[in-house]
């Protein structure tokens, strides 16, 4: 009932940027939380940032003051910029968004994923 869509990875040099957007669409009365996660090989999957909807963020250790999360509200998206970046921030980096449903239902959904590779 809710569909999470990412856009944005690619390929790009150490010490370029890459800019991550994902928009949640279907029945949403509301959205919570909003994050990146990304997912190494042979790794598990990590919490790269979140943002919740009055703005309060979160950043994993490994990316403050090289990322910045930002959502925008009415559309249901958030975006990652992705400065300064590093072979090791390679992965799949996954959207995931919770909140509420029309008719009160919670959800808590995963994008599809999109690969960002950094070149040394």
């Known amino acids: 009932q809710v569909q999470l869509v990412e856009s944005g990875g690619g390929l790009v040099q150490a010490g370029g940027s890459l800019r991550l957007s994902c928009t949640a669409s279907?029945?949403?009365?509301?959205?919570?939380?909003m994050g990146w996660y990304r997912q190494a090989p042979g790794r598990q999957r990590e919490l790269v940032a979140d943002?919740?909807?009055?703005?309060?963020?979160n950043y994993a250790d490994s990316v403050k003051g090289r990322f910045i999360i930002s959502r925008d509200n009415a559309k249901n998206t958030v975006f990652l910029q992705m400065n300064s970046l590093k072979p090791e921030d390679t992965a799949v980096y996954y959207c995931?968004?919770?909140?509420?449903?029309?008719?009160?239902?919670?959800?808590?959904?995963w994008g599809q994923g999109t690969l960002v590779t950094v070149s040394s």
């Open positions: 279907g029945s949403i009365s509301s959205v919570n939380v």
């Open positions: 943002i919740t909807s009055g703005g309060s963020t």
């Open positions: 995931n968004a919770d909140g509420w449903l029309f008719g009160r239902s919670p959800f808590d959904a």
